[in-house]
């Protein structure tokens, strides 16, 4: 498993990130990946190699935005004893307080400011699960909602994330209307910034109960969602919240301790009675079942199943989900309303 750190280097490389623009340049216009090629400009051949390499062969990279300084693997020597870390090409040593058990540093990735190290940790083995956390994740309300049928505990997670999109949303479109177009688009990065750290916390939080209880975590598998018919207010929500985002954090959050995380079939997890197994009536964030009486949180309900069902197989050809994409019904409410980092490194979550 590949992690990355940010180290505060408090060096000025102002040329040398001039000199790697310039190279990258010369890579998009000449399609080069040679080294002797961009040898005038100056720069270490170790890390020239790198940007012609990840310009050169970028066939949609029409100019350069964000540069970095990339040093490999071999350009890296690095002291576990001490905790150092020497970029050989850049006369450069880092003391580093993240964990110690790496394999090895894949490659370390500097702008004015920090230093991105990639570290290659080796994975655990899976454990052996007493059960499963199931967690319903929501484009309204709680961005995910985590049960553990064993106890009937729930856990909601992530209401601040609909607020945050309501707030600039509605910023955004103002500032469009006044025509200023770049600062709406530094507010809408600032709004994908916070939802990430939201994720982030959010993540953290399922996979640590499921670490406390010796469990393996359910998700709905969700391929193919967005094909399906639906309100314009609910595209927007699932559009503006990423069900992919908080997925993958999950899942390389799990990875570290071992935890399993595996998909269930999410046709009417919302819908169906957790007690008894039958269709009951869901309103907003309502859940009643008429064959049993069971009253529940919607959300909740949709969690318990998720944690009950089986686990979707490799094998079957076509989920509901799949199936009924072409129908306009997923197993969510056709009609949702939007109500209710700088990125965290690992080190920092």
Known sequence: MILTYKIKHGKDFSEELNKARQIAEFAIK???????????FGLKSAI???ILRKYSRNSKAKDVHKIKLTVPHQGIKCNNEDRTITITPLKLTLNYYFRNDFDKINQ?????????VSINIPDNDLIEPNGYLGVDRNTTGHIAVAGNPETGKIIKLGKEAGHVHKKYSKTRKNLQKKGKNRKAKR??????RIVKDINHKVARKIVQEAK???MGIKLEYLNGIRN?????????SLNSWSFYQLKTMIEYKARLPGIPVAYV????????CSRCGQIGNRSGKSFKCNN???VDHADANASFNIALRPVFEEGIDQLYVDRDAYKGNTGIPEEATLGTMATLEPHML
């Open 30 to 40: 000449t399609k080069s990946i040679i080294s002797r090629d961009v040898k005038q």
């Open 48 to 50: 020239s190699n790198q």
């Open 108 to 116: 370390i990735e500097l702008d004015n400011k920090f230093a991105y």
């Open 187 to 192: 507010i809408k990065n600032r709004e994908s």
């Open 212 to 214: 406390d209880n010796g």
């Open 228 to 236: 399906a018919k639906s309100s314009k207010s609910f595209r927007y």
């Open 265 to 272: 079939d999410p046709y009417n997890t919302s819908k169906e």
């Open 292 to 294: 049993c009486g069971h």
